[in-house]
Nanobody, 125 residues
Framework: QVQLVESGGGLVQAGGSLRLSCTVS????????MGWFRQAPGKERDFVAA????????TYADSVKGRFTISKDNAKNTVYLQMNNLKPEDTAVYYC??????????????????WGQGTQVTVSS
């Protein structure tokens, strides 16, 4: 079995920062890439960022480029999402996900095989 556990969410004011963490209870060879997605009330689940496990190549949604940074610690089986200059529109439940298949598509939830429970991020104005 695989388990993904997110942490680090909370309530911050606009312009503030948060760092999310996701720890995966899976051997590293079973991970091709890890991604972050988010879902606001009444909205679809949207892609945020992804990183390949071996090479560390990153992909970002246009809405977060320059503000968010995805990183990883392979030894800890952990993926991070550093979120700076947060805006009210960033308010959502953030989910981490594991992608096993070695395709070049990272921005679709259909490419991912396992999902965490999510962590709430709320940005006040």
């Amino acid at each position: 079995q695989v388990q993904l556990v997110e942490s680090g969410g909370g309530l911050v004011q606009a312009g503030g920062s948060l760092r999310l963490s996701c720890t995966v209870s899976e051997r590293t060879f079973s991970i091709y890439a890890m991604g972050w997605f988010r879902q606001a009330p009444g909205k679809e689940r949207d892609f945020v960022a992804a990183i390949t496990w071996k090479g560390g190549s990153t992909t970002y949604a246009d809405s977060v480029k320059g503000r968010f940074t995805i990183s990883k610690d392979n030894a800890k089986n952990t993926v991070y999402l550093q979120m700076n200059n947060l805006k009210p529109e960033d308010t959502a439940v953030y989910y981490c996900a594991r992608k096993r298949g070695g395709s070049s598509t990272y921005n679709s939830g259909y490419e991912y095989d396992d999902w965490g429970q999510g962590t709430q991020v709320t940005v006040s104005s």
